[in-house]
């Protein structure tokens, strides 16, 4: 007999399943935004402990992100999902140079997360409008 696999998105719609992704996603960079904030290239190049956390995170934000459908890569078509979808690829073979770690994070995260808060933010603020109409109209 087959076994069932747990779903944790079997009830939601790949729109709220894309926008979870999303939410996820943000997070994770802005943790990694959090372990840096104080530190400098000198250091976290020192830091082994702050390296693995840091690819961890990259590696999350990869995997998720390949779970997005198409139709919200194409939405949301400013984020260069190419780069995102191949953070593991080029982690590993960039694995010995923490140089290249720390530029992605400078560089490619900083970038990420302030266009998925604006996305997040735009998507709140259509939400709230649309709910406060239905109000209006009831």
């Excluded at 069932?4 to 979870?20: G, K, V």
């Excluded at 999303?22 to 840096?36: F, K, M, N, P, T």
């Excluded at 979808?85 to 900083?110: D, Y």
Aim: glycine share 2%; charged share 25%; with cysteine.
């Amino acid at each position: 007999s087959k076994r069932l696999r747990y779903c944790p998105f079997a009830r939601y719609t790949p729109m709220q399943q894309d926008h979870q992704y999303l939410i996820d996603i943000l997070q994770a960079a802005q943790r990694i935004q959090e372990y840096i904030a104080d530190t400098s290239l000198p250091l976290f190049y020192a830091d082994i402990t702050l390296q693995d956390k840091v690819m961890g995170r990259l590696l999350n934000i990869d995997k998720t992100s390949q779970r997005i459908s198409a139709a919200t890569y194409e939405e949301i078509s400013d984020i260069e999902w190419h780069r995102i979808n191949t953070l593991k690829t080029r982690l590993l073979q960039e694995s010995s140079a923490p140089e290249q770690l720390w530029n992605i994070v400078q560089t490619e995260i900083p970038t990420l997360v302030k266009k998925l808060t604006v996305r997040m933010l735009t998507e709140e603020r259509n939400s709230s409008l649309s709910s406060d109409t239905l109000v209006v109209q009831g």
